[in-house]
């Protein structure tokens, strides 16, 4: 019987290792390396010989084709921060008098570089909607190099009409990356519908764990990889061996993980969805979101990273109050990781395109792996201490 193409789940299972070489150990050997010996000098300036640790040993090479499988890429380059996956290709394809077109609801630091490194080095920004679609065509210039996305906005959780977005900067020749550490190469594939370079935060989902800090670049475009390798080997960048086995290792169970986030935080979402004290939930699975049609065409499930408003006349220091309540929920940053987290998002949200209003106070939830019906009693705690805090108690 013919096997069919397999799906995601096998696929990341199997990629990336090969028990055979590994003296049957399931898993690749961590290997670490500055030096590496050559047979003959003949190979020590041979191109495409492996001659340095800082290119990456052979538990890089096992991540890059793991994640290449993923989102069925051919091409990946591993950085040691989400943060640096974002930035680097950008510094890939700018230079000095070029224009820059991002999302407005993109992830803060990645912002953070644009308006100040890069303008530095002599390139503007924009930002745009992240519904503006097909019209980006007209914010596009002769001189853009780049449309970066996130979508859905880690914050905001906009989803943006990728294919349209993707295709307008395609006919006018310009690249498109997109950051997809929500849809984590598993829930979402931009490559797919048409994106250049897919990036991700390998620090959440795939490393599932909130004890590393990694990077992923994949792309089917061999010039654009060539751009990207070219200032990763400029500037000296890498990661570690021991760090690069763990994403790996996470990644072999990163879809089971993913479909429970998902499956809880749903439920929470739908039940603060009810509740007399939420204004809004911004949650693109939920039915009545207002980008739940285009998330419903685009991606294949939902992370459990989500946000909702508290009504007014809650202001910061009920949010607070609700925040402080919290005994399962951690007040931390970042998000992927087995924990559930809740953050105030208010003092990180910048527009300068359009002002959207979120109906109150936001406050963003990352739903781990404890049971849901745990995570909602400690949410029912809060509401308690936000209406103390409401009363002037
Ligand atoms: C966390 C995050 C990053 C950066 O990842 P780090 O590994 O923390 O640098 C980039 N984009 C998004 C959407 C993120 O949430």
């Known amino acids: 019987m013919a096997r069919g193409p397999r799906r995601t789940e096998t696929r990341i299972v199997h990629a990336g290792r090969d028990p055979k070489v590994d ?15 050559l047979d003959k000098a003949e190979d020590m300036f041979r191109p495409g010989v492996w001659t340095y640790g800082i290119h990456g040993t052979a538990t890089h090479r096992a991540l890059k084709a793991a994640l290449c499988e993923l989102e069925q890429a051919d091409h990946c380059h591993l950085l040691s921060s989400g943060l640096l996956a974002c930035t680097v290709p950008i510094m890939a394809l700018a230079s000095p008098g070029k224009h820059i077109l991002v999302c407005d609801n993109v992830y803060g630091p990645t912002r953070r570089f644009c308006d100040q490194t890069m303008k530095q ?12 679609g097909a019209d980006i065509a007209a914010m596009i210039r002769p001189e853009t190099c780049v449309v970066f996305l996130e979508s859905p906005g880690s914050m905001t959780f906009e989803v943006s009409d990728t294919p349209a977005i993707a295709a307008a900067a395609r006919v006018a020749g310009v690249a ?165 987290l809740a953050i105030p998002c208010d003092p990180q949200l910048k527009r300068t395109s359009t002002k959207p209003e979120f109906g109150g106070k936001l406050i963003r939830l990352s739903i781990g792996l404890e049971a849901p019906e745990d995570l909602i009693a400690d949410l029912e705690a809060g509401f308690e201490a936000l209406a103390a805090s409401l009363a002037g108690a």
């Open 176 to 340: 498109t990356v997109f950051d997809n550490t929500w849809g984590a190469g598993h829930f979402h594939k931009p490559l797919d519908l048409g994106v250049d370079v897919s990036v991700q935060a390998t620090s959440k989902y795939p490393g599932g764990s909130a004890d590393l800090l990694g990077g992923s670049i994949v792309t089917r475009d061999e010039e654009l990889s060539a751009r990207v390798k070219q200032v990763i080997t400029n500037l000296g960048l890498s990661v570690s061996p021991d760090d690069a086995y763990l994403v790996l290792r996470g990644l072999r169970t990163m879809t089971t993980r993913m479909a429970r986030h998902d499956g809880s935080a749903r439920k929470i979402a739908a039940w603060l969805a009810g509740r007399p004290e939420v204004a809004r939930v911004l949650h693109p699975a939920l039915p009545d979101d207002a980008y739940h049609d285009l998330w419903k065409r685009d991606f294949s499930g939902a992370a459990g990273l989500f946000a909702f408003s508290l009504a007014p006349p809650a202001d910061t220091k009920d949010v607070n109050a609700f925040l402080n309540a919290l005994e399962l929920f951690g007040l931390g940053f970042s998000w992927g990781g087995y924990e559930s």
């Open 23 to 37: 003296n049957g150990g399931v898993n690749p050997p961590v290997q670490r390396a500055s030096t590496v010996l």
């Open 121 to 132: 080095w002599g390139c503007e920004t924009e930002y745009f909607p992240p519904d503006i």
